[in-house]
């Protein structure tokens, strides 16, 4: 009798590795060493609260350090409590005090979270509701929506047709997908163009080696065909530009 295969359970590594949460703020005055020996030397995002209410949010390499800090800067006498996370990987700290500040807004910090290199969708929602009110207004008022197309429509789609072909320049270009490759200020990155024409970069898609090359340069208007390179046949990086030849 055939003995059944043992499933591997693959186990996810937590970003979080640990945390405390709204801890009396004279546990530094009193317990220093336990605080100490919990967090120091840590990297992670922290919350200062007030009266239970979230205050501040902020990020540090040394939470222990930072937290006493704040116990005699500007913020000194504005909070009584405080929550700390510390986090496995420093690449990530950043991302994740961004997005909790631009979701809770808290009255201590005076700067917005920035997420650099992630797409704003409002333009592509704002295009959608526009393309979708039109249509209503068209049935509202009696007008053709379907049918038989007359020349101008038929000229208009064509038209909307090669403009979203144009949109994924890439598309059928690499049947089974490819990895491109670019070097920006010292540090590589790569991101994976798909058979339809999308190219994936940090779990984002994208339509075009511009759009995410500006994404890679922070928003800095970008020529992606000479900027992203791939390997040929030979197995040389070479710009992308060359499949235009």
């Not at 295009?127 to 039109?134: H, N, S, Y």
């Not at 994936?200 to 992606?224: E, H, L």
């Amino acid at each position: 009798m055939a003995k059944k295969s043992r499933k591997v359970k693959h186990i996810t590594r937590s970003i979080i590795q640990g945390h405390l949460e709204k801890v009396g703020s004279g546990v530094f005055e009193r317990f220093q060493e336990a605080i100490t020996s919990l967090v120091a030397g840590n990297q992670g995002v922290y919350a200062l609260y007030r009266r239970q209410k979230l205050y501040y949010i902020g990020l540090a390499s040394d939470l222990r350090g930072r937290i006493n800090h704040h116990l005699k800067d500007k913020h000194k006498g504005k909070w009584d409590r405080f929550s700390l996370y510390t986090i496995r990987k420093e690449d990530h700290i950043r991302e994740v005090e961004a997005l909790l500040v631009r979701i809770a807004e808290p009255a201590g910090n005076s700067q917005k979270g920035k997420l650099k290199r992630s797409l704003n969708l409002l333009p592509e929602l704002d295009r959608e509701v526009k393309r979708k009110q039109e249509d209503e207004r068209k049935i509202l008022f009696g007008q053709r929506t379907g049918g038989k197309k007359n020349k101008s429509s038929k000229k208009k789609a064509k038209k909307r047709k090669l403009t979203k072909n144009a949109e994924r320049p890439l598309k059928g270009v690499f049947p089974t997908g490819k990895m491109i490759y670019c070097n920006y200020k010292g540090k590589a990155a790569k991101a994976w163009v798909c058979r339809n024409g999308r190219i994936k970069s940090d779990g984002q898609y994208y339509d075009s080696p511009s759009t995410v090359g500006k994404i890679v340069r922070d928003g800095k208007a970008t020529n992606g065909w000479r900027f992203w390179k791939y390997k040929n046949k030979s197995g040389e990086l070479v710009p992308l530009s060359e499949l235009r030849k």
